[in-house]
């Protein structure tokens, strides 16, 4: 079963269990992965990686706005949107730890070939693309650069 149809499922699951707040972000995802479905330029199929991209897109946005209410006093809608990124997150495969993250950064600096900083861009490209999903951008990002910075 990919992506699509288990969030369908688990719809069906969170409204027989009454819980607002995972049904309504279920909801939101299953309109993300719709509407990328349905895009411009689109095939009207969804894969697994174009789903992940998604549901990182999602959780990003849903943390933004949380820090933004939080700023605000508005503990509440902060509350909620977090309560979202948790059940965005279950979907979403498990994390990078900051050692996982190095190694495999390693690697790749050494499959590129990056020498200096001056090849960060080359670095971050390949990089974006295997570490999807796995690592925030901004972690990816600085790590590259402190990693070029020592070589």
């Known amino acids: 079963m990919d992506l699509f149809d288990t969030i369908s499922a688990d719809i069906k699951k969170a409204m ?14 299953k309109k993300e992965f719709l509407e990328a479905k349905t895009a411009k330029g689109s095939d009207g199929t969804l894969t697994d990686e174009a789903a992940t991209r998604v549901l990182v897109k999602m959780a990003k946005q849903r943390r933004e706005s949380a820090a933004i209410y ?6 509440d809608l902060a509350e909620n949107e977090l309560a979202e990124v948790a059940v ?8 990078l730890s900051e050692e996982e993250l190095t190694d495999r950064l390693k690697e790749i600096i050494a499959r590129v070939g990056a020498t200096s900083p001056a090849m960060m ?31």
Do not use: C, F, H, W
Not at 16 to 24: G, T
């Open 16 to 29: 027989l269990a009454k819980d607002r707040v995972r049904l309504e972000a279920l909801r939101g995802i």
């Open 70 to 75: 939080t700023e605000q006093s508005r503990p």
């Open 88 to 95: 965005i997150e279950e979907y979403l495969p498990k994390q």
């Open 121 to 151: 861009g080359k670095v971050m490209g390949t990089a974006t693309k295997e570490l999807a999903g796995l690592a925030d951008g901004r972690a990816i990002s600085s790590k590259v650069k402190e990693l070029l910075a020592n070589a």
